[in-house]
């Protein structure tokens, strides 16, 4: 049972022009969301992150959209450039109370290459 | 320089041969976790720690142990690996257990069991 999808399993880019990462969950406890950026043969880096209280938030190119009620949130980065050529992953977990504190769950990646 | 350090980055190995791959931090962190990746599932959690001694199951746990004897190390254990445990293996650390404080990585082990 997978609570956090990423449905496209690749995107391609022109360099300038926005990328837009899309995740959906199903699991509504759900309130706090994080991206990470992989390059091969290193591990996620954190990347920018959302509460349930919020629906947007900005760090520089990269913004995170969520909207609870679709139970989707996107990451969207503009301009893209070819440094930006990594995995992306989506995460989730319940922060607020609850026995799964601290307990991430992932999606399964989006590979994003930006051509220049 | 603030990092989560795995060892060994790649190993082959056979069935049944126990194996340990370490993993050690240097940020003070109480939480530590291990993921496994594997393609169209992304990162699945095996085992978390919430600070020395306390450890406790992830997703996927079957066919692997962890322990938690000081802070900064928390090792994954496989008593007798199978072909199925081949994956690419993360650890994970961060400050506090329960804070938006994101997961700091390590760089990833490799494992093919043969």
């Known amino acids: 049972d997978q609570q956090v999808k990423q449905n496209s399993p690749s995107l391609s880019v022109q360099e300038g022009r926005i990328s837009i990462l899309n995740c959906d969950y199903t699991n509504s406890m759900f309130d706090y969301f994080l991206w990470y950026k992989k390059y091969p043969a290193e591990g996620p880096t954190f990347l920018i992150s959302i509460s349930s209280i919020k629906d947007k938030n900005e760090d520089g190119r990269f913004t995170v959209f969520l909207n609870k009620s679709a139970k989707h949130l996107s990451l969207h980065i503009v301009p893209s450039q070819p440094g930006d050529s990594a995995v992306y992953f989506c995460?989730?977990?319940?922060?607020?109370?609850?026995?799964?504190?601290?307990?991430?769950?992932f999606g399964q990646g989006t590979i994003l290459t930006v051509h220049p | 320089e603030a990092q989560v350090t795995q060892n060994p980055r790649y190993l082959i190995t056979v069935t049944g041969k126990k194996l340990t791959v370490t993993c050690s931090q240097n940020m003070n962190h109480e939480y530590m976790s291990w993921y496994r990746q594997d393609p169209g599932l992304g990162l699945r959690q095996i085992y978390y720690s919430m600070n020395v001694e306390v450890t406790d199951k992830g997703d996927v746990p079957e066919g692997y142990k962890v322990s938690r004897k000081e802070k900064r190390n928390f090792p994954l254990i496989l008593e007798s690996p199978s072909p199925n445990q081949t994956s690419l293996y993360f650890c994970a650390s961060s400050l506090l257990v329960n804070s938006n404080q994101p997961q700091h990585f390590g760089d990833g082990t490799r494992l093919s069991i043969l």
């Open positions: 995460a989730a977990y319940i922060y607020a109370g609850g026995t799964s504190y601290g307990k991430l769950t």
